[in-house]
């Protein structure tokens, strides 16, 4: 008489480097992805922020304007990188991947948290080139500043992380990120990282402060500038990642229960 050895579960539910690696060839083989999460916001940083008078202004405790644009650029880049992430789940929606890696035993919470953590390494990508190419186009900031924005413009873009797998299971569509990359730039301007709030008028300016690009911008520029309300802008980034992630998690159980 036979036994058939019992099938082993993976380790962490499937979560392995290899898996995240295998997802991060994969998405960096996407060159459309590579230019709007890598090179898209360094050029609209040296369009718009590497003229003499960004240059020569000063603000805060030893930086300039084009520091300013900088951080909010990478802000951008980051927002960019960790939607386009989590939105990957709609193109392999699509293609009929996700409903084949059902079928292995790879568990539902470790799928998502691979796409997470891709979304937050090509965050980090985004932001490490803006500083690159900042540092060498006139980009001044404290020491410190350097540091702690650039953490912050990556660690708080975790809410379009969550917002990219959000959409990503709403958008049934391999061109997710052609409609999201508009969506997105109409709340940077809303959320005044384009313009600064204080710009936009009272009415405008009170309606920034609703929007998910307000927090993060106001967070990751507070190193450098020293001025805003932290915990409204910590409330609206907690705020809005709850709300896309209790989004993305009634997807994903609408999707799952289909097979």
């Keep these: 008489m036979t036994t058939v050895a019992a099938r082993s579960l993976p ?4 979560f392995t480097l290899g898996m995240i ?23 609209f940083f040296l369009l718009f922020g590497t003229n003499a008078a960004s240059r020569t202004e000063s603000i805060g405790d030893g930086g300039n304007v ?8 990478a802000v951008y880049g980051a927002m960019l990188a960790t939607t386009s992430g989590g939105a990957m789940v709609s193109i ?6 996700s409903r084949q890696l059902r079928l292995t035993p790879l568990k539902p919470i470790a799928y998502i948290a691979v796409k997470l953590v891709l979304a937050m390494i090509i965050g980090a990508v985004s932001v490490a080139v803006a500083f690159l190419v900042g540092s060498v186009s006139g980009a001044k900031l404290p020491v410190h500043a350097w540091i702690e924005c650039g953490l912050l413009a990556w660690v708080c873009a975790l809410v ?7 959409m990503g ?20 301007f809303a959320g005044g990282l384009f313009v600064p709030v204080d710009n936009l008028g009272h009415t405008f300016a009170t309606i920034a402060k609703f929007t998910p690009v307000y927090g993060v911008g106001e967070i990751a520029r507070y190193p450098l500038t020293h001025d805003g309300n932290l915990w409204l802008a910590a409330l609206n980034v907690i705020v809005w990642t709850a709300l896309f992630a209790a989004g993305a998690i009634w997807r994903f159980r609408r999707d799952t229960a289909r097979v």
């Excluded at 992805?33 to 050029?43: E, G, N, Q, R, Y």
């Excluded at 392999?92 to 991947?97: I, L």
């Excluded at 379009?160 to 959000?166: C, I, M, R, V």
């Design 11 to 14: 380790r962490f539910g499937g």
């Design 21 to 43: 690696r295998l997802e991060l060839r994969r998405m960096v083989r996407n060159r459309r992805t590579v230019i709007f999460t890598l090179v898209m916001p360094a050029a």
């Design 66 to 73: 084009t520091g300013y644009i900088l951080v909010s650029m």
């Design 92 to 97: 392999e929606r699509a293609a009929g991947w």
């Design 160 to 166: 379009f992380a969550a917002f990219g797998l959000f």
């Design 169 to 188: 299971y709403l958008l049934p569509s391999e061109n997710v990120m052609q409609i999201l990359g508009p969506v997105l730039a109409v709340l940077s």
